[in-house]
């Protein structure tokens, strides 16, 4: 088994209404940016111990299945990599 | 024979919807969730608030508590369940019924007072109306949009599984009666069996004369009627 973290991003599928992110956008441009649209979304790492990164991955996707997202409303991606990479 | 209220950390109806039910006379209980069901359980009530503090999702956690595997069992048995506000987050996330509540569209918390048409008069909760019938109730939420995409509302519709829509005080259903934004103006919707509801309205906040009206009394007095019968 080894190290891993897999990442799992989710966000609201497209053309569901984001009242918070289109509060954040008129606040940036309030502050003066420029922008054309805003979009937000919900970043989880998950630090585990798995066979293989595709393992991990699974695992992850079953945490997202079941808890982390809402498929009525959300689509999610998952990734996993070695974790402390790079230490 | 008592109704249990389902008391999560954060919820903080339940003892408004304890007080509702008992002035209409039926027995009912606070129920912290780690206790588990009651074995004289004749209906359940999944109340308002913040369970979890509305972590992750409104409704996400509590849905997820080990009593829900019991409220479902006894769903599936026919024992009336009624989610209301936070309760109707839980019972979407728990899959008791189809959809979910969101975020406002005006992204504001909106306590008001909303009118409700009525889209089903054979159903335990709605006995007492007609189709068609306007009642008024309060709400107090942040999360409360009806959100589903457009193939399962169809299904939705196409069963008539839609309980209640935000209307105006004549009945129709206009934008601006929906104070949230929700698709079809759906205010609360019924689940697989017509015993399981969840209303984003409080019924309970209009059931004693004293703090307002009193439309909600017939929604909460199907708990009394199914457990005698």
Not at chain 1, 65 to 76: G, K, Q, S
Not at chain 2, 78 to 107: H, I, M, S, W, Y
Not at chain 2, 122 to 129: C, I, K, R, V, Y
Request: aromatic share 6%.
């Amino acid at each position: 088994m080894t190290a891993y973290t897999a990442t799992v991003t989710v966000r609201l599928k497209h053309g569901v209404l984001d009242p918070e992110a289109e509060t954040t956008r008129q606040a940036l441009e309030r502050l003066g940016f420029e922008l054309s649209a805003l979009r937000s979304a919900d970043r989880f790492e998950i630090d585990l111990e798995a066979a293989d990164a595709a393992d991990a991955e699974a695992r992850a996707e079953s945490m997202a299945e079941r808890l982390l997202a809402n498929p009525t409303i959300h689509d999610y991606e998952v990734s996993a990599a070695p974790a402390n990479e790079g230490q | 024979m008592t109704v249990a209220v389902i008391q999560f950390g954060g919820s903080n109806c339940d003892r408004d919807a304890v007080r509702a039910l008992r002035f209409l006379d039926i027995a009912a209980e606070r129920i912290w969730h780690e206790d588990g069901l009651p074995a004289d359980t004749s209906g359940i009530m999944l109340p308002g608030g913040f369970s979890y503090g509305d972590y992750l999702r409104a409704g996400a956690m509590a849905a997820r508590s080990p009593i829900m595997g019991e409220v479902r069992d006894a769903a599936a048995d026919g024992v009336p369940v009624l989610g209301v506000c936070n309760g109707a987050q839980v019972g979407c996330e728990a899959g008791l019924t189809d959809g979910a509540f969101t975020t406002n569209k005006r992204a504001r918390f909106q306590c008001e007072s909303v009118f409700l048409r009525v889209e089903r008069s054979d159903t335990p909760w709605t006995g007492a109306f007609a189709v068609g019938d306007v009642i008024e109730v309060p709400i107090a939420h942040g999360e409360g949009r009806f959100e589903i995409d457009a193939d399962r509302y169809e299904q939705l519709e196409a069963n008539d599984r839609v309980l209640f829509r935000y209307c105006d005080a004549d009945g129709t259903l206009t934008d601006a009666a929906n104070p949230n934004g929700s698709t079809g103006n759906v205010a609360g919707i019924l689940g697989e069996r017509d015993s399981v509801a969840v209303l984003m309205p409080h019924p309970e906040r209009a059931t004693l004369p004293d703090v307002g009206g009193t439309d909600g009394q017939p929604i909460l007095q199907a708990f009394g009627e199914q457990a005698t019968r």
